[in-house]
């Protein structure tokens, strides 16, 4: 099983920037890929950016450009989120694909002020 616990959300001004990190404990070698998903209030949870243990990103239409993804060996992964949108306000969740079914961490809040 694995354990994930989100950080770095916050306040900030549209334009401005947050860096979201994620560290992964428990079984890590069981994990084949991971990523970020926000939840926005009365809307349904979507998925913002995914990363392999490959290193291939995927990321919403609406984050591309502007979000950055990133993974390392034994490194939390990490999301640079710049020009950040009002519409990004959300609680954002970290991921992770297993070979036994798929982890969340608790969440992490993210509010962008216009």
């Known amino acids: 099983q694995v354990q994930l616990v989100e950080s770095g959300g916050g306040l900030v001004q549209a334009g401005g920037s947050l860096r979201l990190s994620c560290a992964a404990t428990?079984?890590?070698?069981?994990?084949?890929?991971m990523g970020w998903y926000r939840q926005a209030p009365g809307k349904q949870r979507e998925m913002v950016a995914t990363?392999?243990?490959?290193?291939?990103a995927d990321y919403a239409d609406s984050v591309k450009g502007r979000f950055t993804i990133s993974r390392g060996d034994a490194k939390p992964v990490t999301l640079q989120m710049n020009n950040l949108k009002p519409e990004d306000t959300g609680v954002y969740y970290c991921?992770?694909?297993?070979?036994?079914?798929?982890?969340w961490g608790q969440g992490t809040q993210v509010t962008v002020s216009s």
């Open positions: 991921t992770a694909l297993t070979n036994r079914g798929r982890s």
């Open positions: 990363i392999t243990g490959t290193g291939s």
């Open positions: 428990g079984n890590i070698l069981s994990i084949r890929a």
